[in-house]
């Protein structure tokens, strides 16, 4: 099934380890939450609301919002499509209420860079190929540079890896999709990745968590 998505992830972890997930919630005239079944152990979700603008009491304004999500059943993972925080953040809250959940955020980002400081190395793991920093310059202005892995001494790594500065790393997965990740552990892939595509690559880091 390949549906319009955002390219923006984020990944959640389930806490209580007994929950079964439901076909599909009727939660109100405008909001709704859809499941189906995309493969044995892959769920892809859909999460439906109208966001109301009021003024004065008034309502100005309608607009129907949508989060994409996937749901690996055997590792207890959930990933929520949405280039906005706060959408996120609100269907997150709406389905801990829901189902009596507790969502987790994951910090992938400090797992990845655990991982690749540690050298650690995972079967089918994507390749590190390059390393966004945001780096402050007179007057409050900042210069965004982008560093290629493959020129960077061996002894800088880690440092340029734990500096402040990090802003996202670029990878590229075994199958050549490429993809960032940055500091607050958001995902973005590119506009012509596939859901296919997308799941292979984060079914291995729901793995790895």
């Not at 076909?23 to 152990?41: A, D, M, T």
């Not at 959930?78 to 189902?99: G, Y």
């Not at 540690?118 to 793991?125: L, R």
Request: proline share 1%.
């Amino acid at each position: 099934m390949e549906l319009l998505f955002s390219r923006e992830c984020t990944i959640f972890g389930i806490s209580n380890k007994t929950y079964t997930s439901p076909h599909s919630v009727k939660i109100g005239y405008f909001e709704e939450f859809l499941l189906n079944e995309y493969s044995q152990s892959i769920q892809l979700c859909e999460y439906t609301w109208v966001d109301t603008i009021k003024y004065r009491d008034k309502i100005v304004s309608r607009s129907k919002k949508r989060v994409n999500i996937l749901y690996f059943k055997k590792e207890m993972i959930v990933v929520f499509f949405s280039n906005s925080e706060s959408d996120v953040a609100f269907v997150s809250s709406q389905l801990n209420k829901l189902f009596s959940l507790e969502l987790i955020r994951i910090d992938i980002f400090n797992d990845i860079k655990h991982e690749l400081i540690m050298k650690q190395n995972i079967e089918n793991n994507p390749q590190l190929i390059s390393i966004h920093m945001r780096m402050p310059l007179d007057n409050d202005v900042d210069k965004d540079i982008s560093l290629d892995v493959s020129k960077i001494e061996e002894k800088q790594f880690e440092k340029i890896l734990m500096s402040n500065n990090l802003v996202s790393l670029k990878f590229i997965s075994s199958e050549g999709l490429h993809f960032d990740v940055d500091r607050t552990s958001v995902f973005s892939f590119n506009d012509n990745d596939t859901l296919e595509e997308i799941i292979n690559v984060l079914q291995g880091y729901a793995a790895f968590i």
